[in-house]
């Protein structure tokens, strides 16, 4: 079964540094979408991505977050300046024109 | 705007008994309806999903939920769980829409004793 894949599957950094979060939805996929959990909170939308540009984002995606596509397989998530809060797991998912959302197993950011 | 009000953050079951996880929704547009389960330290897995035609969705693992439009609920039913069923389960929301987000409850953890 397809997959989306993701990596790494932990970072840690140090507060004030970038970090560039990476994902491979799969490939007949046309929707994407990056969510975050910080440990024992719900699971909370960030950003979604269609057509290669932003179609929709949440208040936590502010200009310090980022997304491109850079090669038409990778989906990116970049972080300028990372603060302690943003330590969380970080989930990519994907979908195609259906309704099935897949999600990545998640790339663990711890900020220090 | 879609909202997911999951009101029990933790339900202990014995195993073999019956459990419900309960489910209730809020939107002024139709919608799709989703359970997502979580393994400890893994990421969330397609339990069931509710897009339309019959409101009874199943999955392979014995778990179902019924689509009740009119109390805005789609609760999670199995008639028998395991210990293995122990996990974190998630109940989301989209919109019909294009490009429909997710948008999720705050989870319930359901633990399976002996």
């Known amino acids: 079964e397809p997959e989306v894949t993701q990596t790494p599957s932990h970072q840690v950094t140090q507060m004030g540094q970038e970090v560039i979060l990476r994902c491979v939805p799969i490939s007949n996929h046309l929707y994407f979408y990056w969510y975050r959990q910080i440990l024992g909170q719900k699971v909370e939308f960030l950003v979604s991505?269609?057509?290669?540009?932003?179609?929709?984002k949440s208040e936590i995606f502010d200009d310090q977050f980022s997304v491109e596509r850079p090669d038409g397989s990778n989906f990116t998530l970049k972080i300028r300046s990372t603060k302690l809060e943003d330590s969380a797991m970080y989930f990519c998912?994907?979908?195609?024109?259906?309704?099935?959302?897949?999600f990545g197993s998640g790339t663990r950011l711890t900020v220090v | 705007a879609q909202s997911v009000t999951q009101l029990d953050s933790q339900v202990p079951v014995f195993e073999e008994a019956p459990v419900e996880l309960r489910c209730n929704y809020s939107s002024s547009v139709s919608v799709y309806l989703f359970w997502y389960v979580q393994y400890p330290n893994q990421g969330l897995q397609l339990l069931l999903k509710y897009l339309s035609g019959s409101t009874l969705v199943e999955s392979i693992n014995g778990f179902e939920a019924e689509f009740n439009k009119s109390q805005t609920s789609f609760h999670l039913r199995k008639p028998s769980v395991h210990i293995s069923d122990t996990a974190e389960y998630f109940c989301a929301v989209s919109s019909t829409g294009t490009a429909s987000k997710l948008t999720f409850g705050t989870g319930t953890r359901l633990q399976v004793t002996l």
């Open positions: 998912a994907s979908r195609g024109q259906g309704f099935g959302y897949t």
């Open positions: 991505f269609y057509n290669n540009e932003i179609s929709e």
